[in-house]
């Protein structure tokens, strides 16, 4: 075939070139452009999707490890180098299948109810926390393999080491020492049930203060727990909780004046109404009972016992699963 530039036109003699061959030379031109454009569309996703480890015969790509350095990044504000990333895919995935072992697994649902609950605490849906995250560059995909491993490995451990994190009293009492002050003080159980009446949003304040004269009409009228259950579940825009159990260590100093309302408020009648994001909000003492219980200072150090407890066992068990996982480089 003659080269390309050989094909000219005399301006009284054209003379085309020959259809056979301009019909091979397109159908070649054709075929080069699908192949470049093949290769230019497969490129980059190839390059994202290189296979970097298999951990238990699962890959890790590239595009994994970025994301969890965005995810360090944006949402827990640290810093990830590539190789933090890389060890927090790994336990995330040894942990995940642990899990499995002992019939601990998430379904779908399961994780998108999670990651539903996270979205809800930032005041988002789904479908906006969707937005958000890949506005900032990171898969939705990214956090809930995150929510799951997690959620699957606090069940997993609190499970399988209960024993081993139960926290005594005799724990706590040694930890405190012989200076420590009191273990238990004297206080009250309380039965209430929390009565709202509602407020649509953006009411104005005259809205307001008719809903909190309506409340204190309930008060004068309210004698007993059962007569606020009967009244609230047939009055139209309130409504009446299920019966929670308070004690007066749920109450620290720095909401002493709460305490006080439950432990002067007669039983069986309505506390003082006080204003909230759904309107105008009560309480009904269903009961108060002497007893004692533990003093703020023991509660806490319990707690953090309890934690220390998980942390240990939660690094020595991950440190067992991670010397036995098949951890191959490619």
Not at 71 to 83: H, M, T
Not at 84 to 96: G, H, L, P, S, T
Not at 119 to 136: K, P, V
Request: overall charge positive.
């Amino acid at each position: 075939m003659a080269p390309l530039h050989s094909f000219t036109r005399c301006p009284t003699h054209p003379v085309p070139p020959p259809r056979q061959h301009a019909g091979g030379m397109v159908l070649a031109l054709v075929l080069a452009l699908a192949a470049t454009t093949a290769a230019v569309l497969t490129a980059t996703p190839a390059a994202a999707q290189n296979v970097v480890l298999m951990v238990n015969g699962e890959p890790v790509t590239n595009m994994d490890i970025d994301q969890m350095i965005k995810y360090g990044a944006r949402l827990e504000q640290k810093s990830y180098s590539r190789q933090d990333a890389i060890n927090q895919i790994i336990d995330d995935k040894v942990k995940i299948k642990e899990g499995k072992k002992y019939g601990i697994d998430l379904t779908f649902s399961n994780v998108e109810e999670l990651y539903g609950d996270w979205a809800s605490q930032r005041s988002l849906t789904a479908e906006q926390a969707n937005q958000r995250l890949e506005a900032i560059g990171l898969r939705p995909e990214t956090l809930k393999n995150r929510l799951k491993a997690l959620q699957v490995w606090g069940n997993l451990v609190r499970g399988r080491y209960k024993e081993e994190l139960n926290v005594s009293d005799r724990d706590v009492i040694e930890a405190m020492g012989p200076d420590g002050g009191a273990m238990q003080i004297e206080g009250y159980e309380y039965k209430l049930q929390q009565v709202v009446l509602l407020v649509p949003r953006g009411s104005g304040e005259a809205y307001y203060a008719t809903r909190r004269k309506e409340a204190e009409n309930y008060r004068n009228r309210v004698q007993s727990c059962d007569e606020a259950n009967a009244l609230f579940r047939s009055t139209p825009n309130a409504t009446i909780g299920e019966v929670q159990t308070k004690t007066s260590s749920d109450f620290p100093s720095a909401v002493a004046s709460l305490r006080r309302i439950l432990d002067t408020t007669p039983i069986g009648h309505l506390t003082a109404p006080d204003v909230t994001r759904q309107g105008i909000s009560m309480f009904v003492i269903c009961s108060r009972t002497p007893t004692r219980i533990d003093t703020p200072k023991k509660r806490e150090l319990r707690n953090k016992l309890l934690t220390d407890k998980y942390n240990r066992i939660s690094t020595r068990y991950l440190r067992e699963l991670r010397n036995a996982a098949m951890i191959e480089k490619r």
